[in-house]
């Protein structure tokens, strides 16, 4: 990653429930409870966001504003990224 992004905890996440996995994510960064998502997840958002996780999908300016949401290089937080259901 080029954006200057801190390394991600997780790269292929699943949550799971009961022991099923019921969402998927391509990086997570656990301790933020932060996860990308590739546009082919995108409808597993209201999963995550359900779980009190933030959520950002891969496209545009993700980069930047990924890592101003996790606090790199000082930049000003940015609120999380709104994926249509």
């Known amino acids: 990653m080029d954006a200057g992004l ?5 790269v292929g996440y699943e949550l799971e429930q009961a022991g099923d996995v019921v969402a998927e994510a391509e990086l997570a960064w656990v301790a933020q409870k932060l ?8 409808e597993s958002a ?3 966001q359900g779980k009190g996780w933030q959520t950002w999908l891969a496209d545009g300016q ?11 290089h ?7 990224q709104e994926i249509p259901k």
Request: glycine share 6%; aromatic share 8%; no cysteine.
């Open 46 to 48: 209201a999963v995550w």
């Open 62 to 72: 993700w980069p930047q504003q990924l890592a101003a949401a996790l606090g790199d």
């Open 6 to 10: 801190s390394p991600p905890d997780e």
């Open 35 to 42: 996860v990308l998502l590739m546009p082919a997840q995108a």
């Open 74 to 80: 000082g930049a000003q937080e940015y609120t999380q």
